[in-house]
């Protein structure tokens, strides 16, 4: 089996610094992704993470600790338009499974 | 075309009826995957194909669901027998390579806009 947990939702301030940790237990894990997801729209790719570490892409970076089964997500700089959902997701040997996402409310 | 199409957008249907929900993937993009999603929910994952091959459907809820994939493209989703529990958006999203090839983000699925479905 598998789990994946990450917060429901959090709250932050535009142009301030927030991170949404994910943590799971899985098997045959290969990777893990994170994706954007605004309100009533797809799910649209933001990053791949294999191997321990922070990955920095812009103002979004995503760190992996394999051997603790954990993951954040790194959003500086916020702006309105970040309010939306992330969702954390496991690439295993046989498929993706997805978090139950965290809503952020991005606050003026 | 440039990205993932999905038809109809919006279906509403009686209990009972049988639907068919539609993926148009991205052109040559090998594997493809079916979704439902609640509201306020991460995307559920229900079955995918690499090319033609259904490699695992084991997120099918029941018997009612199946999928098919011809000609390792175009992908139909059919639920019979339609149930008030079966309303929810549908999602298909493709990939470049094979699922499970483990090659990162060459496994990037591109999501299609969801076929939104409401059984009366």
């Known amino acids: 089996g598998q789990n994946i947990d990450q917060p429901t939702e959090m709250t932050a301030t535009e142009g301030a610094i927030v991170q949404i940790n994910c943590t799971y237990q899985t098997s045959g894990f290969n990777g893990l992704f994170w994706y954007q997801q605004h309100a009533g729209e797809a799910p649209t790719f933001l990053s791949y993470n294999v191997l321990d570490g922070l990955e920095e892409k812009g103002r979004f970076s995503s760190f992996l600790s394999r051997s603790k089964g954990y993951s954040y997500l790194l959003l500086k700089e916020l702006q309105m338009k970040d309010s939306a959902s992330y969702l954390c997701?496991?690439?295993?040997?046989?498929?993706?499974?997805f978090g139950k996402g965290t809503r952020l409310h991005i606050l003026p | 075309g440039a990205g993932v199409s999905q038809s109809p957008r919006y279906k509403v249907t009686k209990r009972g009826q049988d639907v068919a929900l539609r993926c148009d993937p991205i052109?040559?993009?090998?594997?493809l995957y079916w979704y439902r999603q609640a509201l306020g929910q991460g995307p559920e994952f229900l079955t995918y194909f690499n090319y033609e091959a259904q490699q695992d459907k084991s997120g099918l809820p029941n018997d009612r669901f199946s999928a098919e994939r011809p000609e390792g493209s175009i992908s139909t989703l059919t639920i019979q027998r339609t149930e008030q529990r079966d309303s929810a958006m549908y999602r298909c999203?493709?990939?470049?390579?094979?699922?499970?090839?483990?090659?990162?983000?060459?496994?990037?699925?591109?999501f299609g806009p969801g076929t939104r479905l409401t059984v009366l």
């Open positions: 999203a493709s990939s470049l390579e094979e699922g499970t090839s483990g090659r990162g983000s060459y496994n990037e699925q591109f």
């Open positions: 052109s040559g993009h090998v594997s």
């Open positions: 997701a496991v690439d295993r040997d046989d498929k993706i499974i």
